[in-house]
């Protein structure tokens, strides 16, 4: 963690999902719940503001290393 502009704290590790690149799979969601949902047609969307808990790096990473569309980056 490192202190934002306003005197809290900002995740080191930012995820964000290429909609145009994503075609449903499912992957993202499976292997990292906490990190991932969809949306009601079935493509993965981040579940919260993108900001990824450290604790859930590893299963952020994990699922962007199994996305087969390589829709999912995580950047920091
Ligand atoms: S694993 Fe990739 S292609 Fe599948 S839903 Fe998640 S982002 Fe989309």
Known sequence: MR?????GEEAEVRVRIDGDRCTGHGR??????EVFGCDDRGFGEVAADGDVDPA????????????PEEAVFLEG
């Not at 859930?56 to 199994?66: D, V």
């Open 28 to 33: 993202c969601y499976t292997l990292a719940p």
């Open 56 to 67: 859930l790096e590893g299963p952020a990473r994990l699922a962007a290393a199994n996305c």
């Open 3 to 7: 202190p934002d502009r306003r005197g």
